[in-house]
């Protein structure tokens, strides 16, 4: 029913005890306030001689909701261990996402929060670090994983390395409330005008307790019937009261017009249906 509108991503990113002192998530926000990507560096050294526990990230882990934009998130952690005589070394990582039917993309500026993707420095000293990065604010029924840069700087050479998360899948609970097709008019004993008769069907139910779903009868540019109504089964007819429709001409019915509710199939939210009265 939607045509939603995704609010902006939040990331968090929280230390573990051995990167030092425990910051704040404004801080680490602030801290990370540029994007970073890493360039090729001249003088790498091959990425074989790099163990595999030295450069870690874990599967995604991602949550959902029904109703809740910010509980669909996608979190990971990140580990990166000091390879002496490396006198820095840190990582930047970068968030991909595959929605239903495409391709993985690299979520870039105001898809991704302000901030992420900035390089992160190990404490002086710190034998370790691990970040664990939760990203709020995704797309219900897409995947995401993370792909993360690592970088070892030493007195001559610096080494870099590259790493893929397995993903995970935020899963679409939303309701879903649409038209069956079903439409016709009947008479109404209100002088000049008919009951609409209109078909739905919602699933969800629970998700949808409350909440008061708009809709539109139209006839080309005039508005014949307009109300609220609050889903309360699986399948259901609404009566809808208005000016009768001309026979001839189709007639437009549109459920939230201005995509106040979210939901997940919006194709469902619109029928073009002849004008005939019921049973004919």
């Excluded at 105001?110 to 190990?122: E, I, K, R």
């Excluded at 000293?125 to 995704?138: N, Y």
């Excluded at 700087?153 to 610096?158: H, K, L, R, V």
């Excluded at 307790?209 to 708009?214: I, N, Q, R, S």
């Amino acid at each position: 029913m939607v045509r939603p509108r995704s609010p902006r991503p939040v990331l968090l990113a929280l230390p573990s005890p051995s990167t030092g002192p425990r910051r704040s998530a404004p801080a680490l926000l602030a801290a990370a306030s540029l994007l970073l990507l890493t360039p090729a560096v001249a003088g790498a050294a091959p990425s074989a001689k790099v163990p595999s526990g030295s450069a870690k990230v874990s599967r995604g882990v991602c949550t959902t909701s029904a109703t809740d934009p910010q509980a669909r998130a996608a979190s990971f952690a990140v580990t990166v261990r000091d390879l002496p005589p490396a006198g820095s070394y840190g990582f930047s990582t970068r968030l991909e996402e595959r929605m239903p039917g495409a391709r993985w993309r690299t979520l870039r500026g105001a898809d991704v929060p302000t901030g992420f993707g900035a390089f992160q420095t190990a404490r002086s000293g710190a034998p370790s670090m691990t970040r664990r990065i939760t990203v709020r604010g995704l797309h219900a029924g897409s995947s995401y994983r993370l792909r993360v840069t690592y970088r070892w700087t030493g007195p001559s050479s610096t080494t870099v390395v590259r790493r893929t998360s397995r993903a995970c899948a935020v899963k679409d609970l939303r309701p879903d409330v649409g038209l069956t097709g079903e439409f016709g008019w009947q008479p109404s004993t209100t002088g000049g005008e008919v009951a609409y008769r209109i078909g739905l069907a919602s699933d969800g139910l629970d998700a949808l307790k409350g909440v008061d779903v708009p809709i539109v009868v139209r006839q080309g540019q005039s508005v014949l019937a307009m109300g609220t109504f609050r889903p309360s089964a699986a399948s259901e007819v609404l009566v809808l009261a208005g000016r009768r429709c001309v026979q001839g001409a189709p007639v437009a019915v549109e459920l939230d017009p201005d995509g106040l509710v979210e939901d997940r199939d919006a194709p469902n939210d619109a029928l073009s249906a002849s004008c005939e009265p019921v049973g004919r």
